[in-house]
C-alpha cells in the first residue's frame, strides 16, 4: 500500500502529515505557503496520495494543532512506522520524544541519556535526518553553550525558534518572545578586558 498524506493548519501555517499501514512515515513543517507543503511532501514521499485521515492520524493531527496552539500536549501515543531507520537513530527518537513540552536538552545529554558518550555529533545527524518533526520533537534539544543548533524542517532555525517560543510561552507566539531563547552562547570578553564588572 502506498502512503497516504492529509493537509492541516496550524498556529504556525499549513502542515502535512503521512502515513501508511505501520503507522506514521513523515511530518511536514509548513512552507511559504500550502501549495508549498503539497510540494515538499509529494517530493519526499513521491508515490503519496492526497486522503481524508483515519481516526488515528486524526487524533494526531488535533494533538499537533493543540501543541503548536500553546497548550501542553504528549504526542507519545502517536504511532511511527520507524522501517528502514538505524538502530542508533531510533534511540535517539525515543529519547527526543521523552522531553516535555518547553524543556530542552543538549546533543550532549541525549548522548549521556543513550550511555553513548562522545557521540554528541551523531545525535545531531539523527535528528538532522528526523522524518517525523514536532512528533520527534527534534527542535527541544539544543547544543551546548546555549547555541540552537541546527534544524534541517523548512525555515530552518527561524522555525525551531518558533516551536520553542510556542511551547515556553503557552500561548501562540508573539515576536518578542524571541528575545527569551538561547540563541547562541554569550560572546567571550576581548584580551586585555578587565575581568572586573558585570557579566552578560
Partial sequence: MDPAFALFDTAIGSCAIVWGESGIVGVG???ESQTSTRAQITKRFPTAAEADPSP???LAIGDIQALLHGEKR????AKLDLTGIPDFQRKVYAAARAIPPGETLTYGEISAKLNAP?????VGQALGANPFPIIVPCHRI???GGKAGGFSAPGGLDTKMRLLNI???GAPLEPSLFDQLPLAAPPRRPRGEPSGGRRR
Fill in 142 to 144: 539544543l547544543a551546548s
Fill in 118 to 122: 562522545g557521540t554528541a555529533r551523531a
Fill in 56 to 58: 488515528d492520524i486524526q
Fill in 29 to 31: 513543517l509548513p512552507c
Fill in 167 to 169: 511551547e515556553r510561552a
Fill in 74 to 77: 504528549d504526542l507519545s501515543a
